[in-house]
Antibody, heavy 117, light 109 residues
Framework: EVQLVESGGGLVQPGGSLKLSCAVSGFTFSAYSMNWVRQAPGKGLEWISHISGSSNTIYYADSVKGRFTVSRDNGKNSLYLEMNSLRAEDTAIYHC??????????WGQGTKVFVSS | DIVLTQSPATLSLSPGDRATLSCRASQSVSGYLAWYQHKPGQAPRLLIY???NRATGIPARFSGSGSGTDFTLTISSLEPEDFAVYYCHHRNIWPPVFTFGQGTNLEIK
């Protein structure tokens, strides 16, 4: 069974840092690009980061560029999102998603990040 | 950047009704147009990819159509479990930038 499980969310103060993880199973992780997508309270889905299977191609949404860093460890079947200089507007549920069929075809349930003093 | 505009923002229908959801792109897009269903507390679920292909396990009552700038998700006869928020989504080939519409809330009338 294909599974993506996010972890690492929590409460952090503005300006702080947090590192999210996404553990995957049930498919050949290195063969797939991956995305991070978030949903702020009361808002829609927002794509924030993309990384290719080999980590050669990495892209970010303007809203997180320069503050967030995506990475992966194919040997550990894991995807990461390092978040720095966090702001209140980064409060959201963060999902990892596999890129397949020209879209994000498999998603995790998400991990909650709350930025507040 | 491509902007996806969904309409209506809210659609109030009854079980058994036909639902038609629209997604308009700010410029002509390639075939990488997808539709997702999202329920609170759950992972988004891919329904349609490449504008008109149903994803694995998606019931036949869901269909997608369109090309260029105008796309439609149709649910032929609503089941109680279909009431949710629906998003259209575009994947740009290069650079790999992904865009979501703002969503249509399909609610029970």
């Amino acid at each position: 069974e294909v599974q993506l499980v996010e972890s690492g969310g929590g409460l952090v103060q503005p300006g702080g840092s947090l590192k999210l993880s996404c553990a995957v199973s049930g498919f050949t992780f290195s063969a797939y690009s991956m995305n991070w997508v978030r949903q702020a309270p009361g808002k829609g889905l927002e794509w924030i980061s993309h990384i290719s299977g080999s980590s050669n191609t990495i892209y970010y949404a303007d809203s997180v560029k320069g503050r967030f860093t995506v990475s992966r460890d194919n040997g550990k079947n894991s995807l990461y999102l390092e978040m720095n200089s966090l702001r209140a507007e980064d409060t959201a549920i963060y999902h990892c998603a596999r890129v397949g069929l020209g879209a994000s075809d498999i998603w995790g349930q998400g991990t909650k990040v709350f930025v507040s003093s | 950047d491509i902007v996806l505009t969904q309409s209506p923002a809210t659609l109030s229908l009854s079980p058994g009704d036909r639902a038609t959801l629209s997604c308009r792109a700010s410029q002509s897009v390639s075939g990488y147009l997808a539709w997702y269903q999202h329920k609170p507390g759950q992972a988004p679920r891919l329904l349609i990819y490449e504008a008109s292909n149903r994803a694995t396990g998606i019931p036949a009552r869901f269909s997608g159509s369109g090309s260029g700038t105008d796309f439609t998700l149709t649910i032929s006869s609503l089941e109680p479990e279909d009431f949710a928020v629906y998003y259209c989504h575009h994947r740009n080939i290069w650079p790999p930038v992904f865009t979501f519409g703002q969503g249509t809330n399909l609610e029970i009338k």
